[in-house]
């Protein structure tokens, strides 16, 4: 392999790579700035593709026009420009320094050296965009470096697009000049980083972005797992396409040259090219486009699956692409042995059945085996699972029966109110994850009365106002304690706007109608209802039907008239007044 074929290589490879990145990280968080950058690896891929695999299949450089040669790369640089004016600091806009003109006194003579090699509008074109982006790039670093004291966040992808700009007037300026060998022409080492650089420029916007957000939230292992799955597809489905089109290429070369050796269509290769190029580019917008649709509709319903579930969709998923891949390598290692003994040689026919049957056996086992292996790990994870369920659910009962400890009269009331909650949401047609993440929101909604005196909870005779108004604060000291907890958010929603009124006038925030969670709007109801039928300091358990009319009355101003009407059919279902506290 030449020095020009491993460069060209491995800038494509590095160019796929930083897309693929891109690309992943677009699905699981759609952004302007990823966006950019997709587009702007998709620009470079079609140059670099077409150039690369020509010289793989021609062995030679392709003789296009100039427009043409540099149409994706000059693209690029347009991309590249927008992608680093939308990801830097807000501040940075309007701040000027003599530093970041440097770029400016520098490139003025690199472009008079180009010129010497013709292409005055192309080399206008690139040395203009490039210097523009360097000096844009040089503003928000010169202003980090003055404004550090101000924890501004380091600028990440500002500095690798410097490095990417220096290292392309490198190859720029060293293909100017004739150089002893290969080793040590600078283009070569300029475009080995300028590769490795590239690649970067995923994880420079991710730390962009990371800073804008503040907040990550954590993945469960089969989350996880999941978006790895849809990543291995896409990143299959890409190179599918780049070796579909490098082998389709090939077969038109050797179509058009079959009745001689010498092919005299070189031109009709490059069209090709330049076809299969826009195509693949095509289908790969296409393809993000759907994926970002589908990859978000799939992660919300995944989310409401239990997680093992989700590990059984896992397991079935991945076990189902390891056989398509196992086909795939039978398939096409038994045709490439076939053609080259039996076609090639037909005395070697029997020989060949006995090899192809070995090669398909040994797939076979190695599928056997690595099933076996996910096996394994599937059913582990699913007692895992349980387990973590079953203690998540222990320690939240732990806990909700300290607080309601507190209450002598209310003994028992977080578990009955989740439970009511529960039996509500599957008669409105909750998945079983949903059901018992709601449980779990049931059981913490009076997790703030920790922050009340026992002295004003237990107090047998009326309430002060200020007295009233530490009850009143229970939601807010609720949702303080449950906000932190980043894996599930939900949990602060009941805690916080179980008091709030479907009608409006409740508290703490006074929302009113879909402006309360369904899950707080689903605890109010079973919260109200279990009140009224626990006996209390004042009164001892409300009859069954003064509970239903009230229940009734509260329909559309107190409640949600969705809710209030299932917990109606469970009254009327519960004929021996068997739920009560």
Request: net charge negative; proline share 3%; aromatic share 14%.
């Amino acid at each position: 392999m030449t020095f020009e074929n491993f460069e060209n290589l491995f800038s494509l490879f590095c160019t796929i790579v930083g897309l693929l990145y891109c690309i992943f990280k677009y699905i699981e968080t759609p952004r302007r700035g990823y966006r950019c950058l997709v587009v702007f690896f998709l620009a470079n891929f079609l140059s670099e593709y077409y150039w690369t695999t020509y010289q793989l299949v021609m062995g030679d450089y392709p003789e296009v026009s100039e427009f043409a040669a540099y149409f994706g790369w000059n693209v690029g640089y347009l991309l590249l420009l927008i992608a680093v004016l939308y990801m830097r600091h807000k501040n940075v806009k309007h701040f000027l320094h003599p530093v970041i003109f440097l770029p400016v006194l520098i490139t003025i003579p690199q472009y008079l050296l180009y010129l010497n090699f013709g292409g005055y509008i192309n080399n206008l074109w690139e040395v203009g965009l490039t210097t523009i982006t360097t000096v844009y790039c040089l503003q928000e670093i010169v202003y980090y470096i003055k404004y550090k004291s101000k924890q501004n966040a380091f600028p990440w992808f500002s500095v690798l697009v410097l490095m990417h700009m220096i290292t392309t007037y490198g190859m720029w300026t060293a293909s100017c000049f004739n150089w002893s060998s290969e080793l040590t022409n600078p283009y070569f080492y300029c475009t080995i980083i300028d590769g490795l650089i590239c690649v970067l420029f995923g994880y420079g916007a991710m730390k962009f972005y990371e800073k804008e957000d503040a907040v990550t939230l954590a993945k469960s292992a089969s989350g996880l797992r999941f978006q790895v799955l849809v990543q291995t597809i896409v990143s299959l489905l890409i190179i599918g396409f780049c070796g579909g089109g490098f082998i389709t290429v090939f077969a038109i070369r050797k179509f058009l040259s079959e009745d001689n050796s010498i092919f005299h269509n070189e031109r009709h290769i490059v069209i090709y090219l330049f076809v299969i190029s826009a195509i693949l580019i095509l289908l790969v917008l296409t393809l993000l486009y759907y994926l970002t649709t589908i990859y978000h509709h799939v992660a919300q319903n995944f989310k409401k699956m239990d997680e093992i579930k989700r590990s059984r969709l896992n397991f079935i998923f991945t076990i189902a692409i390891t056989f398509v891949l196992m086909a795939f390598s039978v398939v096409y290692n038994n045709v490439i042995l076939y053609d080259s003994y039996v076609i090639g040689n037909p005395e070697h026919y029997e020989d060949i059945w006995s090899q192809l049957t070995v090669n398909t056996l040994v797939s076979i086992i190695i599928f056997c085996l690595i099933s076996f292996f996910y096996y394994l790990g599937y059913k582990n994870e699913q007692i895992s699972s349980r387990k973590v369920e079953e203690m998540n659910i222990q320690v939240v009962s732990a806990l909700a029966a300290a607080i309601d400890a507190k209450d002598k009269y209310t003994n028992g009331h977080s578990s009955r109110v989740a439970e009511y909650s529960k039996m509500i949401a599957a008669r409105s047609g909750y998945s079983k994850a949903e059901q018992d993440e709601i449980y779990l929101i049931g059981l913490l909604h009076d997790v703030g009365k920790i922050g009340v005196p026992d002295e004003v909870i237990n107090k047998p005779s009326k309430l002060t106002d200020e007295e009233f108004e530490l009850i009143r604060k229970h939601p807010l000291i609720g949702d303080s304690i449950l906000k932190s907890i980043k894996e599930n958010p939900k949990l602060a929603t009941g805690a916080r706007w179980h008091h709030e009124r479907y009608g409006g006038g409740g508290y703490p925030d006074g929302i009113a109608g879909d402006q309360i969670p369904e899950e707080a709007r689903i605890i109010a109801v079973a919260d109200a209802y279990d009140a009224m039928t626990s006996r209390r300091s004042y009164r001892n358990v409300m009859p069954q039907d003064k509970v239903r009319t009230e229940i009734e009355k509260g329909m559309n101003t107190q409640f949600d008239p969705r809710f209030a009407i299932i917990m109606l059919q469970m009254i009327d279902e519960d004929t021996d007044y068997s739920m009560h506290g």
